[in-house]
């Protein structure tokens, strides 16, 4: 399958084989669902505990 193809080999490895495409991307959807969730909260508590010292633009 194309789409299985153009995955890097590393995430490729923990997903498992689908017949459709449909499916296969369902399946991706749900795998990576958690990962945006556990990223936008690293990235809220980031921003939350930052402290601006004046001297940086960055």
Known sequence: MFLRMTIASNIKTSLPVAEKAKAYLATIEERFK?????????????LTTMKHDGTSLS
Do not use: H, I, N, W
């Not at 958690?34 to 980031?46: F, N, P, R, Y």
């Open 34 to 46: 958690t990962a945006d969730k556990s990223l936008a909260g690293k990235l809220m508590a980031d």
